[in-house]
Nanobody
Framework: VQLQASGGGLVQAGGSLRLSCAASGGTFSSYTMSWFRQAPGKEREFVAAIRWSGGTYYADSVKGRFTISRDNAKNTVYLQMNSLKPEDTAVYYC?????????????????????WGQGTLVTVSS
């Protein structure tokens, strides 16, 4: 599976951005898709995950502000980010993990993900 992230940029605090991640080379609906982020000088952290059927899970730090969604027909996952804060500044990565039928779909540990996009930089100015 190849992942291509896009949509990052510079935005003022309180603004919005939408990230996209296009997938190719696999059966998209078989994968849990997630977003992670890595701020300067910090470790990469989980942001949000979505199962093939649309169930979602969020890190507490973004709950209520970010929305993850997916379009299985377009092989694309999105991250709508609202009410952005300076502390949201980071490189955002999309990631995919294959989930077998009947298995737990939720994976928040980055080491469980075998496929990663190249990252897109989000900068939030105060």
């Amino acid at each position: 599976v190849q992942l291509q992230a896009s949509g990052g940029g510079l935005v003022q605090a309180g603004g919005s951005l939408r990230l996209s991640c296009a997938a190719s080379g696999g059966t998209f609906s078989s994968y849990t898709m997630s977003w992670f982020r890595q701020a300067p000088g910090k470790e990469r952290e989980f942001v949000a995950a979505i199962r093939w059927s649309g169930g979602t899970y969020y890190a507490d730090s973004v709950k209520g502000r970010f929305t993850i969604s997916r379009d299985n027909a377009k092989n694309t996952v999105y991250l709508q980010m609202n009410s952005l804060k300076p502390e949201d500044t980071a490189v955002y990565y999309c990631a995919a993990v294959f989930v077998a039928y009947g298995s737990n779909w939720l994976r928040i540990n980055e080491y469980e993900y075998g496929y990663w996009g190249q990252g897109t930089l989000v900068t939030v100015s105060s």
